[in-house]
């Protein structure tokens, strides 16, 4: 069974640019769509971007569209999200989901595997 594992979370300024890992061991993300949610303190998480695994199609929230950027590493077995200009409301535990086909899922139920979480901190 895959799992998967978020790296690349830390402290950055406003402004400033991170880039979020999410790697698959025990198995492969291939053509799996992959989410990436975020879940800030007080708040339900909320979908951020995803890619499709049948045509590479993603999608973004309004809030971070034009900031962030979601790519796949097929060969590294990699999903990424840079983040570029961040803001202090970007401040959150971000999560990767796969699954459970190519197809972007129409609800975060509907993702077969989740990675634990990195934390992000926009902060001055």
């Known amino acids: 069974q895959a799992q998967l594992v978020e790296s690349g979370g830390g402290l950055v300024q406003p402004g400033g640019s991170l880039r979020l890992s999410c790697a698959a061991s025990?198995?492969?993300?291939?053509?799996?769509?992959i989410g990436w949610f975020r879940q800030a303190p007080g708040k339900e998480r909320e979908g951020v971007s995803c890619?499709?695994?049948?045509?590479?199609?993603?999608h973004y929230t309004d809030s971070i569209k034009g900031r962030f950027t979601i790519s796949r590493d097929s060969a590294r077995n990699t999903v990424y999200l840079q983040m570029n200009s961040l803001k202090p409301e970007d401040t959150a535990v971000y999560y990767c989901?796969?699954?459970?086909?190519?197809?972007?899922?129409?609800?975060?139920?509907?993702?077969?595997?989740w990675g634990q979480g990195t934390q992000v901190t926009v902060s001055s």
């Open positions: 989901a796969a699954g459970p086909s190519g197809m972007i899922p129409a609800y975060q139920y509907e993702y077969a595997y």
């Open positions: 890619i499709s695994g049948i045509d590479g199609r993603t």
């Open positions: 025990g198995g492969t993300l291939g053509r799996y769509a």
